[in-house]
């Protein structure tokens, strides 16, 4: 696992799409994945009797359910200090090892980028 603080502009984009969703939708974690097409799925936390979720496994389900075939990175907003490995390994699934994982706090600002590896 490396990491790093670089960003650039489509990185920025899905950490303010995820922070979005985490606010709208009053959530603990916002996530969003960017696929090999450029195509952006955004998601919050689901937190059911029957299913539990992290933000960022539902945006990665999102992107498998339609139709993607890699990722090019994600982003996590939330209120911790680390990714989860669960998290890393749903986005290792289907984008792989060397995929950046950004992790923002949520003022939107950058605390990390690990891979998924």
Do not use: F
């Not at 969703?21 to 689901?46: C, F, H, I, L, Q």
């Not at 539990?52 to 999102?62: N, P, Y």
């Not at 290792?92 to 950004?102: E, H, K, Q, S």
């Amino acid at each position: 696992m490396t990491e790093s603080t670089e960003i650039g502009p489509e990185d920025r984009k899905i950490i303010t799409l995820a922070r979005s969703a985490r606010a709208r939708n009053g959530v603990p974690e916002g996530a969003a994945v960017r696929d090999e097409t450029g195509r952006t799925y955004v998601a919050g936390t689901v937190d059911l009797e029957s299913l539990r979720l992290s933000a960022l496994q539902t945006a990665v389900a999102m992107a498998v359910a339609s139709g993607a075939k890699s990722l090019e990175a994600a982003a996590v907003v939330a209120d911790t200090d680390a990714v989860s490995d669960a998290d890393r390994a749903a986005v290792r699934d289907l984008g792989g090892a060397g995929t950046p994982v950004l992790l923002a706090g949520p003022d939107g600002v950058l605390r990390t980028t690990v891979t998924a590896g």
